[in-house]
């Protein structure tokens, strides 16, 4: 089946850091791949998202390239904010591939603090 | 453009009651999916409805359902809870089953006491 593999959490960084946060991910056929981030009491908010190889999703300075050779997508930022704070998940959709439906498969969950 | 509206926020229950959630999806939006959250099993997929009619099961018990109606509002009813039903209840909805992208509701806070 699909699963998602991101880098464990908590990440901690200083305010202006580079952040790279790891996914990986194991599916049939072509998958499109997403970034959504999950703010304290909220519910998620897509941050970005890709939908074929080498597709390159970028929103709010975050950017993440689908890798159809290494079967990764990870979530880079130049520069990250105190306001960047959240927990950051990666996920696939297997749209169209089993023909049931559409369902997003969701990677753990990665917690980002950061610092002044 | 209201975004996807989840009833009640927060809610509290012992075990063996039963719950009702509400979804009322973005306008225009035919296709309702609910998740759960836990801390120890993170975000599953519970059910997919489009047209008032179930596409997809994740793999929960039947003690977990849900219906959508002609207006694409959804329910899911969660009957004789557990302690491990304790979980935040995510409402998801898209345009139609070839739109691929899903816009999340606040989510309703459900624990089991």
């Known amino acids: 089946g699909n699963s998602v593999t991101q880098m464990e959490g908590p990440v901690t960084l200083s305010e202006e850091a580079f952040l790279t946060i790891n996914c990986t991910y194991t599916?049939?056929?072509?998958?499109?791949l997403f970034w959504y981030v999950q703010y304290p009491g909220e519910g998620l908010q897509l941050l970005l998202k890709?939908?074929?190889?080498?597709d390159k999703g970028s929103n709010k300075g975050f950017e993440a390239t689908y890798r159809k050779e290494t079967t990764s997508f990870h979530l880079e930022k130049g520069s990250v904010q105190v306001s960047d704070s959240a927990v950051y998940f990666c996920?696939?959709?297997?749209?169209?591939?089993?023909?049931?439906?559409?369902?997003?498969?969701f990677g753990t969950g990665t917690q980002l603090k950061v610092e002044l | 453009k209201a975004g996807v509206t989840q009833t009640p926020r927060y809610l509290i229950k012992t075990r063996g009651q039963q719950v009702t959630l509400s979804c009322s999806p973005i306008?225009?939006?035919?296709?309702v999916s609910w998740y759960q959250q836990t801390p120890g099993q993170g975000l599953q997929f519970l059910f997919e409805?489009?047209?008032?009619?179930?596409?997809n099961k994740g793999n929960f018990p039947g003690r977990f359902s849900g219906r959508q109606f002609s207006n694409s509002r959804s329910e899911m009813n969660v009957s004789t809870l557990e302690l491990g039903d304790s979980a935040l209840y995510l409402c998801?909805?898209?345009?139609?089953?070839?739109?691929?992208?899903?816009?999340f509701g606040a989510g309703s806070r459900l624990t089991v006491l």
């Open positions: 998801a909805s898209r345009v139609n089953s070839g739109a691929n992208v899903l816009t």
């Open positions: 599916a049939t056929g072509y998958p499109s």
């Open positions: 890709a939908t074929k190889a080498d």
């Open positions: 996920a696939l959709s297997d749209l169209g591939v089993t023909g049931g439906g559409n369902k997003l498969t």
């Open positions: 306008s225009g939006h035919r296709s």
């Open positions: 409805y489009f047209s008032e009619t179930q596409r």
